[in-house]
């Protein structure tokens, strides 16, 4: 599983909110609901994150092996 639980961090140190995720960003409020509950999500969109907050893909999302 993917999870964006780095993301949450990478933000706040950098200053962004989710209202500018949405404003100014062009990330909408249904896809920042679905990076709230890990759901699955379209590389463009992972893309546009790493591009705002100039950062790496692994700074914002993690792979954790399912529970068995």
Avoid: H
């Amino acid at each position: 599983m993917i999870i964006f639980d780095k993301l949450w961090d990478v933000m706040k140190v950098k200053g962004v909110s989710t209202y500018q995720l949405r404003e100014k960003c062009g990330i909408d409020s249904k896809t920042v609901r679905r990076l709230k509950a890990n759901d699955n999500m379209e590389t463009k969109t992972l893309n546009k994150l790493c591009m705002v907050l100039d950062c790496r893909l692994e700074d914002i999302a993690e792979y954790v092996p399912d529970e068995r």
